[in-house]
C-alpha cells in the first residue's frame, strides 16, 4: 500500500482521528490503513515496533511509522 493510498484511507474514514499539523493518526485508523486489527497495533506497541504518544487521553501513532510498515507488507 502506498503512502497516498494510506493518507487517503485516513481522510476518508477517520477525518477527526487525524492530526496533520503533527502527523499523527488513531490507532483505529491505523489499523484500517494497514488492514490489520486494533490488537495487532498494540501488539508491535508493546514490542517497541510502534511509538504511542498520547495527547490528553487519545492516543496516536506516528504517520511515517505506520507509512513503513505499510511499504514492508
Given at each position: 500500500m502506498t503512502e497516498q493510498e494510506i493518507r487517503q484511507?485516513?481522510?476518508r474514514e477517520l477525518?477527526?482521528?487525524y492530526r496533520p499539523s503533527l502527523n499523527l493518526i488513531s490507532i483505529q485508523a491505523?489499523?484500517?490503513a494497514l488492514?490489520?486489527?486494533r490488537m495487532s497495533i498494540y501488539r508491535m506497541i508493546k514490542r517497541g515496533q510502534l511509538q504511542l504518544i498520547k495527547i490528553g487521553d487519545?492516543?496516536?501513532l506516528k504517520i511515517?511509522?505506520?507509512n513503513?510498515?505499510?511499504k514492508r507488507e
Amino acid at each position: 500500500m502506498t503512502e497516498q493510498e494510506i493518507r487517503q484511507i485516513i481522510d476518508r474514514e477517520l477525518n477527526k482521528a487525524y492530526r496533520p499539523s503533527l502527523n499523527l493518526i488513531s490507532i483505529q485508523a491505523a489499523s484500517n490503513a494497514l488492514d490489520i486489527s486494533r490488537m495487532s497495533i498494540y501488539r508491535m506497541i508493546k514490542r517497541g515496533q510502534l511509538q504511542l504518544i498520547k495527547i490528553g487521553d487519545r492516543s496516536y501513532l506516528k504517520i511515517s511509522e505506520i507509512n513503513e510498515l505499510g511499504k514492508r507488507e
